[in-house]
């Protein structure tokens, strides 16, 4: 075995670590198993159950994303028809206050020709009453 000087970097000392050289570390075994097999089926397995968690999570944020994506959907959806319905409604009352606006200003026109030509005729007759009064006629 090799010894190696190391800087704990704590307390600014030296500490010993031990490591095993080369041909040493592989050539043990425990109970008729490698060491060295013993470390990779370890490492291996934790590996495993690290992937499979990781795995979940992954599967997990995935199913999140899916339902995020289906609420925004839902919600594009939705909103597409409301504001679709708002703009028929606004479009049909719009044209509605249009149409009654049409409507009054038409009869104010209505109201203004009556009244014009009840004037004409007012006008005429005041005319014919003053070239009457101005001009009276000799015959009695």
Sequence with gaps: MNTEME?????GGFRKRMRTSDKEGKGDSRDGISLDNTIENEETETKLVASDEMELN???ILDKIESFTQTVSNLLETGKTMFKELSN??????IMIHKE????????IKELRLLDASNEET?????NARYLIQNPSIEQ
């Design 7 to 11: 800087e704990d970097a704590g307390n």
């Design 58 to 60: 992954i599967a997990q």
């Design 89 to 94: 409604e606004f479009e049909e009352r719009l």
């Design 101 to 108: 606006h049409v409507e009054k200003w038409q009869e104010e």
């Design 123 to 127: 006008t005429s007759l005041l005319h």
